[in-house]
């Protein structure tokens, strides 16, 4: 098939920059992309934190108009593929007023007031990149609200240039943000009032870009097939489905993958030791260490759950909390590591200082993110909601048996009582009783518990399954929007 030309439009990206999945995802399918020979470039933000990785500036200023005015910025250049012996180079926009801070989306203080214009800008520059760079991409992805603006501008300030002949896809990563700004912040848009841009940024008295980016993407994608479905149910829909129904099928699912480069017990760094499914000695060597680390008793008969989340309400961690007792009567150690709910944070912190079973780490740290998939004999994620999800994956990936909710990724992705354990309804009681299910496999029928390990750790999760799906999403979205 013909060599494509990908812009991949984006406010995070691993290793440069990640608040959540969506980073995970940007730094890997343009590289599984690239690897199936096509020609992707992927531009985001020159935030602080993309500042400690070398990138090489590019020769002049990039203008970047905004209504009368232009702003001015520095585009510098790294390779995201250069480890894998292939070419996905990332394009940072420097503007150091809008991009320089510590956060992504927000501080301490919260979410940034000018977060409008950031990204406002991170979309217009894109396009203008392209002009730079002599690039007409054949199709443009874009991610979450952030880059929404994108295609908007695609179909109404650039209709008759030639970059409006791309495509757009729309990847939605999570419907409980969708970038809702004040009505008189349109200006910081960039667009004139008369662009017709407003009518379909407007919703309920305010600015919704997510609303935008939905009626103007040539495709939605969502990044599992139950979520796409959810997504346009009252319930799942948070005030999009009527929209969402509306696009018909235009709207599909594509479930991520992992990056096996860096999830993968045979040569993961970060752990005791590796481990296969062929041999999986080296699993009963990280849980000691595991146990050891976090002052847990070393005891191999123990079953070990482990947490590694945000401690939010979208997760679930109120519940896996109403739970903690019960689930330690259960004869089991629990590791939890996250941060989030303040009332969550302080509230396993006491009981981390009181048991002998349990332990919680506040914050993030990532390879003992790593020790905890690999120690753990099992792994909670009771989400009430989950577009896709990667740590039941990676759980799998480490022959962790993952306990979930039967929710969006979760549900595509768990085979119930073969590759994990899966519950319905959103209570301490279902969770318990789920947990108590794999625990009496783990004791009591060790054969089963097992092969139950190693089907799981043979599951095929990385990404070019996923880049073969998008690159067929892709072709029809180009056909549909030059059809």
Known sequence: MARLKILYATSECFPYAKAGGLGDVAGALPVALA?????????????????????????????IPFGPMTAWARILRANLGEDRGVQAPVYFIEHDRLYDRGGIYNDSH????????????????????????????????????PTCLLPVYLDTVEAWTPIARAATVLTIHNMGYQGWFPRADFPKSGMPWDSGAVSSLEMHGQLNLLKAGIMHSTMVSTVSPRYAAEIQTKDGGEGLDGLLRARGNDVVGVLNGIDESTWNPEVDRHIAANYSAHDLGGKAECKAALQRELGLEQNPHVPLLGV????????????????????????????????????????FQALSHQSRSFRAWIGMNEGLAHRIEAGSDLFLMPSRYEPCGLNQMYSQRYGTLPVVRAVGGLDDTVENGETGFKFDDLTADALVATVAWAVEIYRHDPHRFHSMRVRSMQKQMGWSTAAKQYDALYRLAIRRRRG
């Open 110 to 145: 919260g979410d940034f007031g000018d977060n409008l214009e950031r990204f406002a800008m991170l979309s217009r520059g894109a396009i203008e990149l392209c002009r730079y760079l002599g690039f007409e991409p054949d199709v443009i992805h874009v991610h979450d609200w």
């Open 308 to 347: 590694v989340s945000r401690l939010v309400g979208q997760k679930g961690i109120d519940v896996v909390a109403d739970a903690l007792g019960r689930l330690l009567e259960l004869g089991t150690q629990i590791v939890i590591l996250g941060s989030g709910d303040s009332h969550l944070e302080s509230q």
């Open 35 to 63: 690897e199936r020979g096509h020609d992707v470039r992927v531009v985001m933000p020159r935030y602080a934190t993309t500042k400690k990785f070398d990138a090489t500036p590019l020769a002049g200023s990039l203008g």
